[in-house]
């Protein structure tokens, strides 16, 4: 982390990642920039929980895609709208997936488990699927990642 940005704002935003921070927190990386300057970085967390290497603020990681906090904002609003839980399983959301890959354990994650990454799905080829139309592609990407072994044991945080 460059000396320059020891500042308030780096203690105040260390602060705030821990607070979000859980044991066994995927990597969390924040930066706050002010006038085109970074004036905060921070980063805590394990780039990959089966290899356990601590993130740092010097890492390289993807920025490109967003779709990780849309799903989450959409996915509280229906919470917040009485739809779904936080313990709504991936079961009784997806009882098709479920037909098909009864034993997985992935099933019984609950939306809290998928947002914070305790699933065990494993990571996915995205341009498996890039001819197939966005409905479709979402629906193939799901099922060729419940065909996958997964990562590790599943770690519900309930």
Known sequence: MPEAINSPAQKQLAEIVERQRVDDSPAIYAAVSLRGRIVACYATGKTRLEKGR???????VMIGSISKGVTALVIAKLINE???AWKTRVRDVLPELAADFPSHPALDADFTDLLSHRS?????????FL??????????YVRAMFK????GAFRSGT
């Open 82 to 84: 009485g739809k779904l």
């Open 148 to 151: 996958k072994a997964p990562l």
């Open 131 to 140: 001819q197939a139309t966005s409905q479709e592609w979402r629906k193939q």
């Open 54 to 60: 601590t993130a740092k603020t010097t890492d390289l």
């Open 120 to 128: 065990g799905l494993p990571r996915g080829n995205e341009h498996e």
